[in-house]
């Protein structure tokens, strides 16, 4: 598993800065094994970039006009854009060029096939963008909300790979039904929550019920050895994250 967290703009633009001022406070996620990276080069050769690492995760973060106001934070999952073969080939032509932006290299890399299918864009609404160093007031006070919110990214990845994993395997169809065959199929739905939402809703409290009914022996027929171990992974994994934003006062 690989997690590529890009910090994406326009070098010394001001709030377009957002991206390489962001990778600067983030690389102790590398002892995590993330790789993070400024993208300040062309769409296409960050696409590059994206398919030489095929990470299993994309986070982007950086300053996106979009007319919000100022400062202000945005958590977006990112699909692959519906976009015309005519719109994809206008959006590769412009990447050629030199040109840069989340926008843009979210539709190049949908062009080019390499998108990976979890992405995410951490996005800041500009206040200044002319030349200079330094980011505005609005800016700088969303800058470590922003920060905050990759981190947390990063520490839901292995999560939601588990959930992708069990979901698959409760697709074959193969368990009984009972009641932890429903908190789990609950959980599991709570978790597509917090990958399109990014928060956790009724996650935690579908957890206790999966316990409660594993605790109480009304599982399914059917588990394997693999089964559980993926279904206490997961309870594991939930109460670890769930104590480490806690810790952090989140």
Not at 67 to 83: D, F, I, K, Y
Not at 155 to 175: G, K, S
Not at 199 to 219: I, N, P, Q, V, Y
């Amino acid at each position: 598993m690989v997690v590529f967290v890009g910090g994406v703009g326009q070098l010394f633009q001001r709030d377009l800065d957002v991206g390489r001022l962001a990778v600067e406070r983030l690389q102790d996620l590398v002892s995590d094994g993330a790789v993070v990276e400024e993208l300040h080069y062309g769409a296409v050769a960050v696409a590059q970039r994206i398919a030489e690492l095929a990470p299993s995760a994309l986070i982007l973060i950086g300053a996106v006009r979009r007319e919000r106001p100022a400062g202000s934070v945005w958590r977006r999952r990112v699909h692959r854009p519906s976009l015309s073969a005519a719109e994809l080939q206008g959006a590769v032509g412009d990447a050629v060029v030199g040109y840069i932006g989340i926008d843009l290299v979210v539709e190049v890399a949908s062009a080019l096939g390499v998108l990976p299918a979890r992405t995410v864009s951490i996005e800041v609404e500009p206040q200044e963008t002319g030349p200079g160093e330094g980011l505005s007031v609005a800016c700088a006070k969303a800058f470590e909300e922003a920060l905050t919110l990759v981190r947390l990214e990063v520490a839901w990845t292995p999560l939601l790979e588990l959930a992708d994993d069990l979901r698959a395997r409760l697709a074959e169809d193969r368990l009984t039904p009972s009641a932890a065959l429903a908190a789990m199929s609950g959980l599991l739905d709570e978790l597509t929550v917090v990958d399109e939402e990014g928060r956790w809703g009724h996650t935690f409290s579908r957890r206790d019920e999966l316990k409660l009914a594993l605790a109480e022996g009304r599982s399914s027929e059917g588990m394997d050895h693999r089964d559980w171990a993926l279904w206490w992974a997961l309870i594991e994994e939930l109460n670890r994250l769930q104590a480490a934003e806690v810790r952090a006062g989140i």
